[in-house]
């Protein structure tokens, strides 16, 4: 990793130029991910009559864990894109692309189609998805391909929320 030179306790810390590289990363992952909620959300009637299981949790948490889950996935996605060229980083990469469009897909197959059965398809190719991101990114960087397993675990229990929340409507 490029450093700026400086250490404290002998960690070598990122120059101002590659923080602002990860906060380009972090940003863009959060918009694309983001995108989908213009689409519809956990404010329409339609969902507010579905019955949700005990464990579903408080609206508020569903945009705070996915910012968090969205900057680390920015900033696992800076560490592969640094990366020295390689066919693991190309399939690393596309990997990445392809996991966010079923993530971004699912939004609109839950709220845009009203349909917990095509999103739970959706969810569950996702979760496949990430699991092979993950490998791809593990032959690239260990420490991205880290950074995922928070999002594979979110991934988890969102596959067992929309399946209990098809089941029980």
Do not use: C, H
């Not at 996935?73 to 066919?87: C, I, M, N, P, Q």
């Amino acid at each position: 990793m490029a450093t700026s030179g400086s250490t404290r306790s002998g960690i070598d810390l990122p120059s101002r130029d590659e923080l602002l590289r990860i906060l380009g990363f972090v940003v863009l992952v959060n918009l694309v991910g983001g995108a989908a909620a213009v689409i519809g959300g956990p404010g329409s009637e339609w969902f507010a009559a579905l019955e949700k299981p005990w464990f579903y949790p408080p609206s508020w948490a569903f945009g705070v864990v996915w910012t968090l889950l969205f900057s680390l996935l920015g900033v696992a996605l800076y560490r592969v894109w640094r990366a020295d060229e390689s066919r693991d980083r190309t399939i690393a990469l596309g990997a990445f692309v392809l996991q966010m469009v079923f993530n971004v897909a699912w939004t609109p197959a839950f709220f845009g189609l009203e349909s917990p059965g095509i999103a739970l398809g959706v969810i569950a190719a996702l979760w496949v998805l990430v699991v092979g991101t993950i490998w791809a990114f593990r032959r690239v960087d260990r420490t991205a391909a880290a950074l995922l397993v928070p999002y594979l675990l979110w991934v988890s229990f969102a596959t067992v929320l929309n399946y209990d929340i098809w089941r029980l409507n």
